[in-house]
């Protein structure tokens, strides 16, 4: 059967002097689960926002089932039947499950002359759709209350309400713990057999054998090649992802026994309790734990970013007092944020600005700031950790998720800290980036910093860290030594309840 | 560094305010011979003088995300302190500061309020708006205060050749804050609030420091046009100054600040509020009526607000 649902022909997308995709094909299969991998700024989002009508397509052709197509926004795309579940999520957190479903189309009935709202009928029929989800959510829950999970499965049950042929996910296992992405992959499976096309974009290629298809592979903007599932080992799709053969890094060989950082019964409230930790100076310390665990919590608090009950920081033995984040700078500690776009970067200004940002008080000389030099620290930056950028005056908003983190990092290494806390790093972005934070990562601790990792992916922690610690519902299950350690160790003590040695 | 060439679209798309200003000009210009003169010109600049004073707060406000709707009540309760600590017999000099102090207290309630209570500034100014005005009323009895040294009518009325004062010194405070806005740890830190606040709290910026200073300036600007207000017309009003949080705000918005913070810039805001200037300006000279005028104003504000959200939208 050589049934297409979807084909994409030679689509070129600039911005501004950048040209962001070029010549873009992709050819999908009515039925089939199509996945879409790249590096970073390979031209995945924009190919998908331009499918999915989120950006105008000038040059090239959309054939959806043979019709050529000129979608003018996401929404006449959804009304074709072709949808997008991003990583963030289009859902409005303070209305219901089924207003969320048939927001903008919500059902209506005749009352006299004029028409009126039929939630009986909004509630029913999106029962019906969480249903055919096999989902316990009911339609009347609050959106907001719901797991990232749960959110996900409301956007799929909103792509559902319109006659839906082709689902494109971004990143949908990037945020669900292990049996969630069990799940995940049930509905995926259900959704295929009813005829529906599914373009899986995703960076976690160990997941791809088990779902796709099919796998097409962006590079810089262009169509490298389509490849059966079958014949695409995960060391060919990397090798046409970056083009070359990538080493994997090897654990920090720098750990000291100085000791650097000293927590010490550390607590907030049901968030998290008594948690002790020390860092060493050049160690690599992961924090492994399932979502929910308290983590990301600790780390804010511990930066001064939330307010803790109590608990005490020694920072090369000298107990410091951390109340805001300007407190915890000024003792040397730095944090690149998990959510970059929120937390981490000001979207519309420019690299310089936004490095400079951490470092203000720095570069002012006596009453003017040193802009030059922010600009030539900027540079440096662009060059060692290989930002790709037109230049430092470009807008962060412009770059990929992979160079927009890297100017994360930049803006903390920039204040030269002794200790950086790392939440999710490498969340989100392609495999060649992931490996040039990992060395990066390396030489820092080779430089005498101590690292605090957060990380969901066991791989990972497992693969950079010196020491792991686990955490589990607010409290430290595990300290050990990264030495024969399994996933299958570190989920053990991610899910126990208490500390046992 | 690699610099793209501008093309003529993008050139007028940028320059599209100053453009508009210009031909706005030369219409006014050819339509009455009494526009393009030295003293008509100067004139306009004088008038728009002391409220422009107030714009630079204003537009730091807007520029950190917030908005402060109580800048004409702390004109207005600005200048009646200032008449009547004159009035008790505080010579000039010890009386002008004070009454400078009194507004930096005033935005020291708002932007603390704001700060630290982490409140919308809408909600907490537009209580400080109708406290403050009254407060300027109850203490003159609705009445203007004058009989104070006329001595001090110099700071407002006086010239270097044919400049205004009142032109030099809002040249000079916008030479400062322009500067400080651009060329400091604190302007930046104002920009990176309104820009994305989290992200600035995490960076180190004390960001509910630096909000609640940004209110106090505003204010203590707000004192110096009082000052400047009483000065001009020799008496302290409680009912002057009034709607010139809309007026700030319109010359702000004009001048292509962003309502929604991060982005604007003061010399955008001195356009924008000579914009409105010199459109009433040449309604006057062309003898339209006032009712007219004010339809024109607000359909001009419209049209520039437009404009801009265009120019905006097709940056690159």
């Given at each position: 059967m050589n049934?297409t649902?979807l084909?994409v022909?030679?689509?070129?997308k600039?911005?501004g002097?950048?040209?962001a995709?070029e010549n873009?094909c992709?050819?999908v299969?009515?039925?089939e689960?199509?996945?879409?991998?790249?590096?970073?700024g390979?031209?995945?989002?924009?190919l998908?926002k331009?499918?999915t009508?989120a950006?105008?397509?000038e040059e090239?052709?959309?054939?959806?089932?043979?019709?050529e197509?000129?979608?003018?926004?996401?929404?006449?795309?959804r009304a074709?039947?072709i949808?997008?579940v991003y990583q963030e999520?289009s859902?409005i957190?303070?209305v219901?499950?089924?207003?969320n479903i048939?927001?903008g189309?919500l059902?209506k009935?005749?009352?006299?002359?004029?028409?009126?709202?039929d939630?009986k009928?909004?509630?029913s029929?999106?029962?019906?759709?969480?249903d055919?989800?096999?989902?316990?959510?009911?339609?009347?829950t609050?959106?907001?209350?719901?797991s990232v999970?749960q959110?996900q499965?409301?956007?799929?049950a909103?792509?559902?309400?319109n006659?839906?042929?082709?689902?494109?996910?971004?990143?949908p296992?990037?945020?669900l713990?292990?049996n969630?992405?069990?799940?995940?992959?049930?509905?995926i499976?259900d959704l295929k057999?009813?005829?529906?096309s599914?373009?899986?974009?995703?960076?976690?290629?160990?997941?791809?054998p088990?779902?796709?298809?099919?796998?097409?592979?962006?590079?810089?903007?262009?169509?490298?090649?389509?490849?059966?599932i079958?014949e695409?080992?995960k060391?060919?799709?990397?090798e046409?992802?970056?083009?070359k053969?990538?080493t994997?890094t090897?654990q920090?060989?720098?750990?000291?026994?100085q000791?650097l950082?000293d927590v010490k019964?550390f607590s907030?409230g049901?968030k998290?309790?008594?948690?002790?930790?020390t860092?060493?100076k050049?160690?690599?310390?992961?924090?492994?734990?399932?979502a929910?665990?308290?983590?990301?919590?600790f780390?804010r608090?511990l930066f001064?970013?939330?307010?803790k009950?109590?608990?005490?920081v020694?920072v090369?033995?000298?107990?410091?007092h951390?109340k805001?984040?300007?407190?915890?700078k000024r003792?040397?500690?730095?944090?690149?944020?998990?959510?970059?776009?929120e937390e981490?970067l000001i979207l519309n200004m420019n690299l310089?600005?936004?490095v400079?940002?951490?470092?203000?008080?720095r570069?002012m000389r006596?009453f003017?700031?040193d802009l030059r030099?922010?600009e030539?620290?900027?540079?440096e930056y662009?060059?060692t950790?290989s930002?790709?950028?037109?230049?430092?005056r470009?807008?962060?908003k412009?770059l990929s998720g992979?160079?927009q983190?890297?100017?994360?990092?930049?803006?903390?290494?920039?204040?030269?800290p002794?200790i950086?806390?790392?939440?999710e790093?490498?969340?989100?972005?392609?495999?060649a980036?992931?490996n040039?934070i990992?060395?990066?990562m390396?030489?820092l601790?080779?430089?005498?910093?101590?690292?605090?990792m957060?990380?969901?992916e066991?791989p990972e922690?497992?693969?950079?860290?010196n020491?792991i610690?686990?955490?589990?519902?607010?409290?430290?299950t595990?300290k050990?030594?990264n030495?024969?350690?399994?996933q299958?160790?570190?989920l053990?003590?991610?899910?126990?309840?208490e500390?046992?040695t | 560094?690699?610099?793209?060439q501008?093309t003529?679209?993008?050139?007028?798309i940028?320059y599209?305010?100053?453009l508009v200003l210009?031909?706005?000009?030369?219409v006014?210009a050819?339509?009455n011979?009494?526009?393009l003169?030295a003293?008509?010109?100067?004139?306009?600049?004088?008038?728009?003088?002391?409220q422009?004073?107030?714009a630079?707060?204003?537009?730091?406000?807007?520029?950190?995300?917030?908005i402060?709707?109580?800048?004409g009540?702390?004109?207005?309760f600005?200048?009646?302190?200032?008449?009547?600590m004159m009035?008790?017999?505080?010579?000039v000099?010890p009386a002008?500061?004070?009454?400078i102090?009194?507004?930096?207290?005033?935005?020291l309630?708002?932007g603390?309020v704001t700060a630290?209570?982490?409140?919308?500034?809408?909600l907490?100014t537009l209580a400080?708006m109708?406290?403050?005005?009254?407060l300027a009323q109850?203490m003159?009895?609705?009445?203007?205060?004058s009989?104070?040294d006329s001595s001090f009518g110099?700071i407002?009325s006086?010239?270097?050749?044919?400049?205004?004062?009142?032109?030099i010194?809002m040249v000079?405070?916008?030479?400062?804050f322009?500067?400080?806005m651009?060329?400091t740890?604190?302007?930046r830190?104002?920009y990176?609030?309104g820009?994305?606040?989290?992200?600035a709290r995490?960076?180190?910026?004390?960001v509910?420091?630096?909000k609640?200073?940004?209110f106090v300036i505003?204010?203590?600007l707000?004192?110096?046009?009082g000052?400047?207000?009483?000065a001009k017309?020799?008496?302290?009003?409680?009912?002057?100054?009034?709607?010139?949080e809309?007026d700030?705000?319109a010359?702000a918005i004009?001048g292509?600040?962003?309502m929604?913070g991060?982005?604007?810039?003061?010399?955008?805001?001195?356009i924008g509020l000579?914009?409105?200037?010199?459109?009433?300006?040449?309604?006057?000279?062309?003898?339209?009526n006032?009712y007219?005028?004010?339809?024109?104003?607000?359909?001009?504000?419209?049209l520039a607000?437009?404009?801009?959200s265009?120019?905006?939208?097709?940056k690159?």
């Open positions: 049934d649902i084909k022909c030679d689509v070129t600039k911005f002097g950048i040209t995709l873009a992709l050819e299969k009515k039925g689960i199509h996945a879409l991998v790249g590096a970073n390979a031209g995945k989002s924009t998908i331009i499918v009508g950006y105008s397509n090239g052709k959309i054939f959806l089932e043979g019709k197509l000129h979608i003018k926004s996401t929404f006449a795309a074709l039947g949808s997008a999520f859902l957190n303070t219901s499950v089924a207003e048939y927001m189309k059902l009935k005749k009352l006299g002359p004029l028409q009126k709202v939630w009928k909004i509630n029929e999106a029962q019906k759709i969480l055919l989800l096999e989902s316990d959510i009911t339609p009347e609050l959106v907001g209350e719901l999970a959110k499965m409301i956007e799929i909103k792509a559902l309400s006659d839906l042929k082709v689902l494109i996910m971004d990143e296992t990037a945020s713990s292990d969630d992405i069990e799940s995940m992959f049930g509905i499976r057999k009813k005829g529906i599914i373009i899986y974009v995703s960076h976690r290629l160990e997941e791809l088990a779902i796709c298809d099919r796998i097409s592979i962006y590079r810089d903007g262009r169509y490298i090649k389509t490849l059966d079958k695409a080992s060391p060919i799709i990397i046409n992802m970056v083009g053969n990538m994997s090897k920090s060989a720098s750990v000291t026994n000791v950082l019964h907030s049901k998290f309790q008594n948690i002790n930790l860092l060493h050049g160690e690599i310390l992961g924090i492994a734990g399932l929910g665990a308290g983590r990301t919590e780390v608090a001064g970013a939330d307010r009950d109590g608990g005490i020694l090369e033995g000298k107990e410091i951390i805001s984040p300007a407190d915890a003792a040397g500690i730095g944090f690149v944020t998990e959510d970059r776009k981490g310089h600005t936004n400079g940002m951490t470092i203000l008080n570069l006596r003017r700031l030099k922010e030539e620290l900027t540079d662009i060059q950790l930002i790709k950028c037109r230049d430092s470009q807008t962060v412009d992979g160079n983190q890297k100017v994360v990092i930049a803006k903390w290494l920039v204040t030269e002794k950086l806390i790392m939440d790093p490498t969340r989100g972005i392609d495999v980036s992931k040039q990992y060395s990066l390396n030489e601790a080779a430089q005498g910093i101590g690292i605090i957060i990380s969901s066991l922690i497992l693969q950079v860290s020491r610690i686990v955490f589990a519902s607010g409290k430290v595990g050990l030594e030495k024969d350690l399994t299958e160790t570190l053990d003590y991610a899910t126990r309840l500390e046992r | 560094m690699k610099r793209r501008m003529a679209k993008e050139f007028v940028r599209i305010m100053y210009i031909v706005m000009c030369v006014l050819i339509a011979d009494k526009f003169t003293d008509n010109l100067l004139s306009i600049v004088k008038q728009i003088s002391i422009s004073i107030v630079i707060g204003m537009t730091m406000i807007i520029i950190t995300g917030n402060d709707l109580s800048v009540s702390i004109v207005a600005s200048s009646v302190s200032a008449a009547m009035n008790a017999g505080i010579p000099v002008m500061i004070l009454t102090l009194i507004g930096g207290v005033l935005g309630i708002s603390g630290k209570l982490k409140l919308h500034s809408f907490v400080l109708q406290t403050i005005r009254g109850t003159t009895g609705g009445y203007p205060i009989g104070f110099k407002a006086g010239t270097i050749g044919p400049i205004p004062y009142l032109v010194y000079i405070f916008y030479a400062v322009i500067y400080i651009k060329y740890a604190f302007g830190s104002v990176a609030i820009g994305n606040e989290e992200s995490l960076s180190g910026i004390h509910e420091w630096i609640t200073i940004v505003s204010s203590m707000c004192g110096v046009a000052l400047l207000l009483t017309v020799r008496s302290g009003d409680p009912t002057c100054a009034n709607g010139w809309m700030t705000i010359g004009i292509g600040t962003n929604m991060g982005e604007g810039k003061l010399g955008g805001t001195i000579l914009f409105v200037g010199i459109l009433s300006n040449g309604m006057v000279l062309i003898g339209v006032a007219m005028q004010s339809v024109i104003k607000g359909l001009v504000i419209f607000v437009i404009l801009n265009i120019q905006k939208r097709s690159v």
